[in-house]
């Protein structure tokens, strides 16, 4: 089992984008990680209506 | 003998260059000499191109002296983050990794707009590594430096250009700004920034950060100078996939208009909070010039920081997802730990925020129905010291390069034009955001050029420079 809870997933998500990720950067990116997720779940918990389309290429 | 331009205005130089009363060759040797003295300590150059500008100064003064038109830029000196792709060098956008890039083999959108005004290129300016950042340090270049105070951060991750312009080495800077990156340096500088709406300007031949949110855009020492700037640099461009295809709207014939009937209200809630007194007080002498007494709410402006972080964290990633693989140790560490987390986070929280930001664009597009301006903070600070890590704020201890953008990400989140106006507290400026609807840089302009003429906003002159 993963010291962190995170570290399970830090490593099965880096396996599946080849990307390396040295144990000297491990707290940092868990760091970083925690903050990203934390924010997004402030995001995810805002209800949306189904419809609402994504405003992914945004013209004002 | 070089002549000195110290403390002229990018109009001002233009009028006399055509005028005949100074040429544009001495122009741009007295900006070189002022580069030459000054940026060992402001540091905010990186590449100088002296004799690219030479040539492109000696070509306005053969047109002036051949009776040819020139425009309303003719021998202006500015500088571009070095994102901007500048001929004949590599973009390097603040990293190690880009400098093994081959040269450009032609400008970006921008600088030939400038140029094709009269302006003169002079250099590209130091960045936060892949514009990654807030404070202006760079691991690689070292940190731009303040130009009210040395030991202190400029701002990022226009650091250079705000350092440049703020230093009075150049009237005219280029910057980008995706969260904050124009904002934040204009108001740790003290200068006037413009982050226009989102697609408005070209970003073609710009080293790419965030696609949903990059912007570019001017720095200047007052707001003629950043108008005319901006009216040089509209225009459509099929180069970008995002430019609009409006048509150009001059800014610079209205801003003797006045603000008589604008509508001016404070942001509340989020915007006054986490904010040092500094702030306070620049937010309240702009408030009671534009006599602005209505407090506006934006909504969810927290969840709009939220959902802008995690688009920019995760676009981000996808940009540098390569690179990640193959250099990462030549990567700033900090930048390249940011960026893994961003590849890690999972893909239906990316395409919510993208979803909640129509829905908060919708919002706040409805108060503008009622309101022309909504004033903010542009930092919650001044400018902090270089290396500063955290600051206490209501006896907490927060970090400092995660908050230092949190009133301009809810702003840029749904590309908002913004003026930031430097307001000259002492010892040091702080910025305040002047925001307005889409396509209203006009109305921004406006407003800053009013509180400018009041003496409320004014770029202050540095100390020994």
């Known amino acids: 089992m993963a010291a962190e809870p995170l570290d399970d997933y830090i490593n099965a998500v880096a396996k599946a984008l080849a990307l390396p990720v040295e144990e000297a950067w491990r707290p940092a990116v868990r760091a970083n990680l925690e903050v990203s997720l934390r924010l997004a779940r402030l995001v995810d918990d805002f209800p949306l209506p189904d419809e609402i389309e994504p405003a992914s290429v945004y013209t004002a | ?465």
């Open chain 2, 1 to 465: 003998m070089t002549v000195s331009t110290d403390g002229l205005s990018a109009q001002q130089i233009a009028q006399a260059v055509t005028d005949r009363e100074l040429s544009a060759l001495d122009a741009t040797e007295a900006a070189l000499a002022r580069i030459a003295k000054h940026d060992t300590v402001l540091n905010s150059f990186t590449d100088i191109t002296a004799e690219r500008a030479r040539a492109k100064a000696r070509t306005v003064d053969a047109a002036i002296a051949a009776g040819q038109k020139v425009g309303p830029l003719a021998g202006v000196p500015f500088a571009v983050k070095n994102l901007f792709d500048v001929k004949g060098l590599a973009t390097r956008a603040g990293s190690k990794i880009n400098r093994d890039l081959a040269p450009s083999t032609r400008d970006a959108t921008l600088i030939e707009r400038m140029e094709a005004q009269g302006a003169v290129l002079v250099g590209a300016l130091n960045m936060g590594e892949y514009a990654y950042d807030f404070t202006g340090e760079n691991v690689h270049d070292g940190p731009s430096r303040n130009p009210h105070d040395p030991t202190r951060m400029t701002g990022g991750s226009s650091g250079g250009s705000g350092s440049a312009v703020g230093g009075g080495l150049v009237p005219i800077a280029l910057g980008s700004d995706t969260n904050g990156s124009i904002r934040v340096p204009s108001s740790f500088c003290g200068v006037f920034g413009l982050k226009p709406t989102y697609g408005r300007l070209s970003r073609a031949r710009s080293f790419p950060f965030v696609a949903s949110l990059d912007h570019l855009g001017p720095f200047a020492r007052n707001v003629g100078d950043l108008a005319l700037a901006y009216d040089a640099m509209q225009g459509a461009d099929a180069d970008d996939a995002a430019c609009t295809t409006r048509p150009v709207e001059p800014v610079t014939p209205l801003l003797a208009q006045g603000i008589d009937g604008l509508r001016v209200a404070v942001a509340g809630g989020y915007f006054q909070q986490n904010v040092f007194p500094e702030a306070v007080e620049a937010v309240a002498r702009v408030a009671k010039a534009l006599s602005a007494t209505q407090t506006v709410e934006i909504p969810e402006a927290a969840r709009a920081r939220a959902a802008a972080y995690v688009i920019t964290t995760t676009e981000g990633a996808s940009l540098h997802l390569d690179r990640l693989r193959k250099r990462p140790n030549d990567f700033d560490p900090a930048v390249r730990d940011r960026l893994i987390a961003g590849a890690m986070v999972p893909a239906p929280l990316v395409d919510r925020a993208q979803k909640f930001r129509r829905w908060y664009r919708a919002k706040v597009l409805e108060l503008f129905k009622s309101v022309d301006v909504i004033i903010a903070p542009a930092t919650p600070c001044i400018a902090p010291k270089l290396g500063q890590v955290n600051f206490v704020l209501d006896g907490v201890e927060l970090p400092v390069r995660a908050n230092i953008g949190i009133h301009t990400q809810p702003i840029s989140f749904i590309g908002l034009p913004v003026v930031a106006v430097p307001v000259p507290l002492v010892p040091m400026p702080i910025g305040v955001q002047i925001i307005a609807a889409p396509w209203r840089e006009d109305i921004a302009l406006r407003v800053a050029h009013a509180l400018e003429r009041a003496g409320v906003a004014t770029a202050p002159i540095p100390r020994g420079l």
